[in-house]
């Protein structure tokens, strides 16, 4: 039962370039959630899906799509990566009203 | 205002001292929250979670919830250098999202 994974856990992009982040669970939970994580700015919400077949914006959204593509996978894809989007991003993963379990996190630095 | 507050801290502690994490949410129809800890480089992982008000105690742990004040916090008894990360507070608005909003956490760093 390996929870949440996410790959890769480190990438450097160019400026312009595109990316998918991707996570998958284990755990049989309904919804799923992309965060980003910056000094001093806690965690931020990117996306979430709250079930299958639906995803919805979160707090920081610009820049950013995802796909829900199954139960289990949920992927998060930066189209023209900015500087602004170098960050820590975790996926979360939960069943409904508990807690949230996170992923290993992607670190991620645009250049 | 934020939604969920926290003091950045560090907050430095003696070991083997009470550690006191205070949050604040200004949402009244907040209904669970939640206490992550996250050490440098990981991911957060839950300590605690508390629905009602009043005291809940988990080994060295005790989260309190007063929703009158809004009002979260974490004590962390006999409080240990791996007790040393940053702690984030984070609440559930309900509803069928589940999302969570966090607050931007509180360093705590134990003293040996």
């Known amino acids: 039962n390996a929870g949440v994974t996410q790959t890769p856990k480190f990438q450097v992009l160019k400026t312009g370039q595109s990316m998918t982040l991707q996570c998958a669970q284990d755990?049989?939970?309904?919804?799923m959630y992309w965060y980003r994580q910056d000094p001093g700015m806690g965690l931020r919400l990117i996306y979430y899906?709250?079930?299958?077949?639906?995803?919805d914006k979160g707090e920081v959204p610009n820049g950013y799509n995802v796909s829900r593509l199954n139960k289990r996978e949920f992927s998060l894809r930066l189209e023209s990566a900015a500087p602004s989007q170098t960050s820590v991003y975790f996926c979360?993963?939960?069943?409904?009203?508990?807690?949230?379990?996170f992923g290993p996190g992607t670190r991620l630095t645009v250049t | 205002q934020k939604e969920v507050e926290q003091n950045s801290g560090p907050l430095s502690v003696p070991e083997g001292a009470i550690a006191s994490l205070n949050c604040t949410y200004s949402d009244r129809g907040s209904q669970s929250f939640f206490w992550y800890r996250q050490y440098s480089g990981k991911s957060p992982e839950l300590i605690m979670f508390i629905y009602s008000n009043g005291d809940k105690e988990d080994g060295r742990f005790t989260a309190q919830l007063n929703k009158a004040s809004q009002y979260v916090s974490l004590l962390i008894r006999d409080s240990q250098p791996s007790d040393s990360a940053t702690y984030l507070c984070a609440v559930n608005r309900g509803g069928a999202t589940n999302k969570l909003i966090f607050g931007t956490g509180t360093l705590l760093a134990v003293q040996p």
């Open positions: 899906s709250a079930s299958e077949g639906t995803t």
């Open positions: 979360a993963s939960t069943t409904s009203g508990y807690e949230q379990y």
């Open positions: 755990m049989n939970h309904n919804s």
